[in-house]
């Protein structure tokens, strides 16, 4: 399935749309279908949860449902009831200390895909490695996920002259050579392909998306250490978010489904391998939620 496949069953409406990160009760009745056709593990559970309504938050006493965004835990759902996603590479989201837990959709991937997900609160961030981390980020300096791995590669080389890096980057060059042809004949799972898998990884260790309002991000996108990282730019996707953001483009994505079209894009360009929904799980809270608040929109229309 190419990607434009995917945008337009994930999102019938939204691709010709501009006003889809609006208000979603100003969009036409065929806006408010997004999110169709994703492969999601039941919501039968968090149907249940609704029902019993909120619960109090044993850690911070915080008035929560289904988890705590504050603690990052469930609540009133069984860990064994959700779906637990393993991520192709590993991935950090830098938090503004003041943007509105409630608000953001971070905590979603970090219950969702807890082994490879880590939140931090700016300005407590980690000292990134240059050519081994990028920065998911807008800006005239990004650039696309497909040509990523590329950019990554010539930055490696680059900097490395000749000594412990080039072995392993001659070796990676005899590898995409032969891909095509020596992958192909390989089952899936054998070490072969696993190496291979891995070749195309590297030097890719880490992805930073920044969860914040607009303002707040600019700021962080700014903090020194951050500078240097590569910029990744998600071009073509348009938010299905619920909640708008005054000024905002429509290109300015909810967290959560900025990990979920980063990692389709990762799967299909830098993995080479097609995407079959393997990642949907990620948009479990988020699609429940968004159907609800649309079924609140309806009712309260009728009224
Ligand atoms: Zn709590």
Redesign the pocket.
């Known amino acids: 399935m190419s990607s434009l496949d995917q945008d337009q069953r994930l999102h019938p409406s939204c691709r010709n749309q501009t006003t889809v990160s609006s208000d979603l009760s100003d969009t036409p009745e065929v806006a408010k279908l997004p999110l169709q056709g994703l492969k999601l593990a039941s919501h039968a559970v968090l149907e249940k949860a609704q029902v019993r309504g909120r619960l109090k938050?044993s850690?911070?006493g915080?008035s929560?449902m289904f988890f705590?965004y504050?603690?990052c835990?469930l609540l009133g759902v069984n860990l064994q009831e959700i779906p637990v996603i393993k991520l192709p590479v590993k991935i950090d989201i830098i938090k503004h200390p003041n943007e509105t837990d409630g608000k953001s959709t971070a905590v979603h991937a970090k219950i969702l895909a807890p082994s490879d997900v880590t939140i931090y609160t700016y300005p407590c961030i980690p000292e990134y490695k240059k050519g081994k981390v990028v920065l998911v980020f807008p800006g005239p300096d990004a650039v696309s996920v497909q040509d990523m791995m590329q950019c990554l590669k010539d930055l490696t080389d680059s900097r490395s002259h000749g000594a412990s890096y080039e072995p392993r980057i001659k070796r990676l060059k005899t590898e995409e050579v032969q891909g095509p042809t020596h992958t192909a004949e390989k089952p899936q799972s054998s070490p072969d392909e696993a190496k291979s898998l891995e070749s195309r990884m590297y030097p890719l260790q880490r992805v930073v998306f920044i969860d914040s309002t607009w303002n707040q991000t600019n700021k962080i996108s700014t903090d020194e250490r951050l500078q240097d990282l590569l910029r990744v730019e998600l071009k073509t996707r348009k938010t299905c978010f619920w909640r708008s953001q005054k000024g905002k483009p429509d290109t300015y994505l909810a967290t959560i489904e900025a990990i979920y079209y980063f990692l389709m894009d990762f799967s299909e360009h830098c993995l080479a391998q097609e995407y079959n929904g393997e990642y949907d799980n990620l948009l479990f809270f988020y699609s429940f939620l968004h159907s609800v608040v649309n079924k609140a929109k309806t009712s309260a229309g009728k009224c």
Do not use: N, V
């Open positions: 938050c850690k911070c915080g929560r705590c504050t603690c835990s």
